[in-house]
């Protein structure tokens, strides 16, 4: 099999290069995702998230998201003849690139707005294509999955911005959003969104998971789960492998069709990861397992990468 293009929806290794932990270039450093061992993996675009920790929300949650965003226009301009931005169909076009890596920038927590709506158009200016709208807690947009007991839909402003998002060309994640909000966004969103890292919750009964019925609703609007290599979200107990990633492929697949997945890794935001899928230079294994279970070459493209790069070209501008 040829390698097939591999888009990643999720990562959180730029906290450990804005922390001054690692340089994301020399494998010896450790970690989960570093240049080298993205193109080693097969790896053509990566999401790379400015995710806000707790400690700084609310008040210092914009100052931390904008000095994220800064860290990560430096990496890549210390890396610019192997690394360039994807901002809008255009790059897209470029991706596969033969020598560069594709980062699309996205922000993991709609906590970087504050209460104002400008500054969703400030990001944008800044590269940012992707917002996860929650993380786990309530924000002014709407509540994470944390808070599901509440029921709550979006707010006013996290209604604005959908709206905002949509006109501006920026993909919406859902990932951590509660079940309410889920739902008002696939009733608001004039464009398919993703779910950048999440698993199947029929397979694995956890709040951060999808379930059938948000899995089929998502197909229906043609957007894409990136099925996240979370143990403790692809099994609730025991030793947990590559072949627990390639059961939520196979389910998602049998219940929202395989033009629905996509793969979300949440490498360097998770603290173990599967038996056999340490770290981004592992993917082709993970590749090779979908061949062996019977998913065809056509059908393993789309997951790696074929899907997002689908619903990219239907938001970005
Ligand atoms: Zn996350």
């Known amino acids: 099999m040829g390698k097939?293009?591999?888009?990643?929806?999720?990562?959180?290794?730029?906290?450990?290069?804005v922390n001054g932990e690692r340089t994301l270039k020399d494998p010896s450093e450790g970690g989960h995702w570093d240049i080298d061992r993205a193109r080693l993996g097969g790896v053509s675009l990566q999401f790379m998230a400015a995710y806000i920790e707790t400690?700084?929300?609310?008040?210092?949650?914009?100052?931390?998201?904008?000095?994220?965003?800064?860290g990560a226009h430096r990496f890549m301009k210390d890396h610019q003849d192997q690394?360039?931005?994807?901002?809008?169909?255009?790059?897209?076009?470029?991706?596969?690139?033969?020598?560069?890596?594709?980062?699309l920038l996205s922000v993991e927590g709609g906590e970087i707005l504050g209460e104002n709506l400008f500054m969703?158009?400030?990001?944008?200016?800044?590269?940012?294509?992707?917002?996860?709208?929650?993380?786990?807690?309530?924000?002014?947009?709407?509540?994470?999955?944390?808070?599901?007991d509440t029921q709550s839909r979006l707010t006013h402003l996290g209604q604005e911005v959908v709206?905002?998002?949509?006109?501006?060309?920026?993909?919406?994640?859902?990932?951590?959003?509660?079940?309410?909000?889920?739902?008002?966004?696939?009733?608001?969103?004039?464009?398919?969104?993703?779910?950048?890292?999440?698993?199947?919750?029929?397979?694995?009964?956890?709040?951060?998971?999808?379930?059938?019925?948000?899995?089929?609703?998502?197909?229906?609007?043609?957007g894409v789960v990136g099925v996240n290599f979370y143990p403790r979200f692809l099994k609730k107990t025991g030793k947990v492998?590559?072949?627990?990633?390639?059961?939520?492929?196979?389910?998602?697949?049998?219940?929202?069709?395989?033009?629905?997945?996509?793969?979300?890794?949440?490498?360097d935001g998770i603290d173990e990861t599967p038996e056999g899928l340490g770290h981004v230079g592992d993917y082709s294994y993970l590749l090779d397992d979908l061949a062996k279970v019977g998913f065809s070459t056509l059908e393993i493209e789309q997951i790696a990468g074929g899907n997002f790069m689908r619903l990219l070209s239907n938001v970005l501008k």
């Open 55 to 70: 400690k700084y929300k609310p008040n210092m949650a914009t100052w931390r998201g904008l000095q994220l965003i800064e």
């Open 163 to 222: 709206g905002r998002m949509n006109a501006l060309g920026m993909l919406i994640d859902v990932s951590h959003l509660n079940e309410a909000g889920f739902w008002h966004v696939l009733e608001l969103s004039k464009y398919p969104i993703a779910a950048s890292h999440s698993c199947a919750k029929t397979l694995c009964d956890h709040p951060r998971n999808l379930s059938d019925e948000q899995l089929r609703a998502l197909a229906k609007q043609k």
């Open 4 to 17: 097939p293009n591999i888009v990643d929806g999720h990562c959180d290794s730029l906290i450990h290069y």
């Open 83 to 103: 690394i360039f931005l994807v901002q809008g169909k255009l790059d897209l076009e470029k991706v596969p690139d033969p020598t560069r890596l594709g980062v």
């Open 241 to 267: 492998s590559r072949q627990d990633v390639v059961r939520h492929i196979y389910h998602i697949a049998e219940v929202a069709g395989v033009e629905t997945i996509g793969l979300g890794s949440d490498f």
């Open 120 to 148: 969703l158009d400030i990001i944008f200016k800044l590269g940012v294509r992707a917002l996860g709208l929650t993380w786990n807690q309530r924000n002014a947009l709407a509540d994470g999955v944390g808070e599901a």
